[in-house]
């Protein structure tokens, strides 16, 4: 009766864990969460896709099959109200302990791919990172001039520049 309830846990634990990793998937940049664009936590969704399958074949073939489809039914409706608010929870506080404190970043976007990439630097205040993002705004300007490009302009297609708060909020930076 206790590994019942400990191989119930487990599964349903990955079995969160893996939606929560198909939600975003293939979503763009403005719809996933910033708790999910950190590699560690991407990392540990992707594995617990491979793991809810290996678990799922232990169960079904190895284990009790009663047990599996109980698991999955009982996943499936309470997902949304339990499973999931529990674990984004955990991954979140896992987040804060993982990412350093008080640091304001850069963030690119790119224009034609249609997603972000990191631009490297911290910085302690939020004009550290303005003249950052200035300096950014230069290099963009001798890879993509706003001749060719369009420049900052909403139907431009220069990358994109974004300075990102300490508490992962973000905002376009664009040159005065």
């Not at 560690?40 to 599996?68: G, Q, T």
């Not at 300096?135 to 060719?148: A, F, S, Y």
């Not at 220069?158 to 040159?175: A, F, H, L």
């Amino acid at each position: 009766m206790a590994i019942d309830i400990i191989i119930s846990t487990i599964f349903l634990i990955l079995l969160g864990l893996a939606i929560i990793g198909g939600r975003y998937a293939k979503a763009g940049i403005g719809e996933i969460p910033l708790i999910y664009r950190s590699t560690i936590i991407r990392f540990v969704l992707n594995l617990s896709m491979l793991a809810v399958l290996a678990f799922s074949i232990f169960l079904l073939f190895f284990y009790s099959w009663k047990l599996f489809v109980l698991l999955l039914a009982i996943g499936f409706i309470t997902e949304v109200f339990v499973i999931i608010p529990l674990i984004e929870k955990l991954l979140y506080s896992s987040l804060k302990v993982l990412k350093p404190k008080g640091k304001w970043r850069l963030e690119g976007w790119d224009v034609f791919d249609g997603g972000n990439y990191s631009i490297q630097g911290e910085y302690d205040t939020e004009e550290q990172a303005m003249e950052a993002a200035n300096l950014r705004l230069l290099e963009l300007e001798e890879d993509q001039p706003t001749e060719t490009s369009g420049g900052q302009s909403d139907r431009g297609v220069q990358d994109r520049v974004y300075i990102v708060r300490p508490e992962g909020s973000k905002y376009r930076w664009r040159p005065h």
